[in-house]
């Protein structure tokens, strides 16, 4: 099988392997989405139906205690940033744009390796002359400073803001943000052991 794939392919089915859900529901979305990088060169496209993989990414403070959130002006509600597939083939890459045009932030980075932190698949409603599809979500943490600016690209977000964990995971009120949550408070927690044993 990996003979055959384009080399856009070959590169994220690799990270797709390597990585494992936090449970089922999780390895589940991961069988899925590996199952279209590897079945459909075009899986990063937009027009790929009845889904296509988006990017997206996790904003946390540097202390892990503040979650950065825009408010979707499409499906009016508050979530993480991200997005379509631009040409980038490959959702790390994706994410980095997406990171600079809803926020605006100058200066933020991967926490640690661009390494792939969640997965999701949620539903994204009909909308004009575009069918009801899934987004097959491959998600990031990103790390930024939040006393920096933030200033989106006109069109972007209508509202950006910080919350703490507790609040964001009530804003965002869906069972993938509540994974991704827990995960950033179970690491938060080592990292302030890993402290107290220093």
Known sequence: MASSLQPHQQ????ELRAYRGVDEVEESFRVTILDLVESDER???RD?????ITASAFIISPQLDCLLLHFHRKLDRWLQVGGH??????PAHTVLREVF???????FDFFGEPTIFDLDIHPIPAKGKVPAHNHLDVRYLLVADPEQPLNPAPGESSQIKWFRLVDAEEKMNEAGAVRVLRKISTLAD????AKCQT
């Open 101 to 107: 045009e809803e926020s605006g932030l100058a200066q």
């Open 48 to 52: 790929t139906m009845p889904g296509h």
């Open 43 to 45: 899986w990063w496209h």
């Open 85 to 90: 597939d631009d040409g980038e083939k490959h």
């Open 190 to 193: 080592a990292m302030a052991n």
């Open 11 to 14: 590169i994220l089915a690799a």
